[in-house]
């Protein structure tokens, strides 16, 4: 039902993988990746800075506390975000960080573009997770180029939006669900994401559900080495519902959990609008709008 794409077949414009992941793209909205440049071990190592920052005393994690901040750059605790207005805020924790432009850059002042804030603890987590930063946004653009030409468009359509991306790379961090979790509780209650693609790097457990069109959940499980991709909804708004951002959302069970997703934001001043539409849709409104709507901390009022 989800497509199993090669990355190195898609990076060479195979027939059959460009056809699964224009299906992917329309049906599910759901896709794994393997065999691409970052290795399984790879994965595991980043996944593991995560848990050893998320596993430090609070007292630690709350100097990079985002709440004291106007924006999304840091440390979230557990319920600082709310992404489903009729669930309770989600109980995972998030460290989240950005692609920060030069102080000489206009839109430098932007939330979107904040400076990034390091934790003093545990060594060598910058260089882990810049370093991933950037595989990963390389993988990311081509994964974007292979859809782009996998649903009729110019591989380039969306990618050379991406100058200056808003991109963003979160570790997840799902504590054993909570005792007194009920029924609007969840590690991330049911949301789209927000942006073109996700590229998720899961610990291997499975925890994450897709809503099927027909209203069903269906679990997805990623393998060593392997990608979760999912689409937002900028790319279904810019391909003009070719591409399809599904909901999904992780309930959480008895064991801890760590994910890693990077979402694909593209620059600020790019029109996600489909193409001949007489509306522009500004990609960093919309963000910015999304933001403002999820995070607890940076609610307009
Ligand atoms: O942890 C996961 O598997 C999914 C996380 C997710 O959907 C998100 O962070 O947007
Ligand atoms: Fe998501």
């Not at 848990?51 to 430090?56: G, K, P, S, Y």
């Not at 804030?117 to 653009?141: C, D, H, K, N």
């Not at 099927?212 to 991709?229: E, K, M, T």
């Not at 694909?264 to 007489?278: T, W």
């Amino acid at each position: 039902m989800i497509p199993r794409i090669d990355f190195q077949k898609l990076a060479a414009g195979d027939t059959d993988t460009l056809q699964a992941v224009a299906f992917g793209a329309r049906d599910t909205g759901f896709l794994l990746l393997e065999n691409t440049p970052i290795s399984a071990a790879r994965q595991q190592a980043v996944l593991a800075a995560y848990l050893r920052f998320f596993r430090q005393d609070p007292a630690v994690k709350s100097e990079v506390d985002m709440a004291r901040t106007g924006s999304n750059r840091g440390w979230g605790a557990s319920r600082s975000e709310q992404v489903d207005p009729v669930s309770n805020p989600d109980y995972k924790e998030v460290f989240d960080c950005g692609v920060p432009l030069p102080e000489t850059d206009p839109l430098s002042d932007l939330p979107v573009y904040a400076p990034n804030l390091w934790p003093s603890s545990p060594a060598g987590f910058r260089q882990t997770i810049e370093a991933y930063f950037l595989e990963a946004r390389e993988v990311a653009m081509e994964v974007l180029r292979g859809i782009a030409w996998a649903i009729g468009h110019d591989a380039d359509a969306f990618a050379d939006k991406f100058a200056r991306p808003m991109a963003l790379l979160r570790g997840n961090y799902y504590p054993p669900r909570p005792i007194w979790a009920g029924d609007r509780d969840f590690g991330i209650a049911t949301h789209t994401d927000y942006g073109c693609l996700t590229l998720l790097a899961t610990d291997g457990r499975g925890g994450l559900e897709v809503e099927l069109r027909d209203g069903s959940w269906h679990s997805v499980q990623g393998g060593a080495g392997v990608f979760i991709i999912n689409f937002g909804e900028m790319l279904e708004m810019w391909s003009g519902g070719a591409v399809k951002a599904t909901p999904h959302r992780v309930v959480g069970d008895a064991e801890e959990r760590i994910s890693a997703p990077l979402f694909f934001n593209p620059d600020y001043e790019a029109n996600v609008a489909p193409s001949g539409s007489d509306n522009p849709i500004s990609a960093g409104q919309h963000l910015s709008r999304r933001y403002a709507e999820t995070y607890l901390h940076m609610k307009n009022g």
